[in-house]
């Protein structure tokens, strides 16, 4: 499996972490009733997103690549 490395700002990566904390506390209030289960690190976390972001190719149709695709729009990238 390919490996992605990315850097970061440290106010960036807390903010990830915080982010992540708070998915946790999500996908435990819900009963682990979420799509990617707790997503417990910064690398679970944008695993999840690069997988969505993927299916703005694979699947354009479905919630995560529409969802993507709007995203990306709002930063300009008319996809």
Do not use: F
């Amino acid at each position: 499996m390919p490996t992605i490395t990315i850097e970061l700002s440290k106010e960036d990566s807390a903010n990830l972490a915080e982010l992540t904390r708070r998915c946790v506390d999500a996908d435990q209030a819900r009963n682990g009733a979420t799509t990617h289960g707790p997503l417990e690190s910064a690398a679970d976390l944008l695993t999840m997103l690069a997988q969505d972001a993927a299916m703005v190719i694979r699947r354009p149709g479905s919630w995560e690549g529409a969802g993507m695709a709007r995203l990306l729009a709002g930063h300009g990238y008319e996809v």
